[in-house]
């Protein structure tokens, strides 16, 4: 069974840092790539940041510079740094991995910044 853990989320002022963990259990973790995606209110989930089995990372345009993904294959986790925060990051964060045609979600964390 497929498990993903989501921690880390919290209420935090604007120019603030957090950082969010994602525990996983269920896969070869080190062969997959794993993803950060958010959902603002009201408005559809998106991908924020990837990084491949390799270790190589990708970011969306509005995050670079700011976010840093990264990985700990012993520990099955995938973290993500998130500094200089602004209010429009306000978002459920979610941890996703796709294996084969099945999308695996965690249940979220809410990140809320405030201005």
């Known amino acids: 069974q497929v498990r993903l853990v989501e921690s880390g989320g919290g209420l935090v002022q604007a120019g603030g840092s957090l950082r969010l963990s994602c525990v996983t259990s269920?896969?070869?973790?080190?062969?997959?790539?794993m993803n950060w995606y958010r959902q603002p209110p009201g408005k559809q989930r998106d991908l924020v940041a990837r990084i491949f089995s390799n270790g190589t990372t990708d970011y969306v345009d509005s995050v670079k510079g700011r976010f840093t993904i990264s990985r700990v294959n012993a520990w099955n986790t995938v973290r993500l740094q998130m500094n200089s925060l602004q209010p429009e990051d306000t978002a459920v964060y979610y941890c996703?991995?796709?294996?084969?045609?099945?999308?695996?979600w965690g249940k979220g964390t809410l990140v809320t910044v405030s201005s």
């Open positions: 996703n991995v796709r294996w084969g045609p099945e999308d695996y």
């Open positions: 269920g896969i070869n973790f080190k062969i997959h790539t």
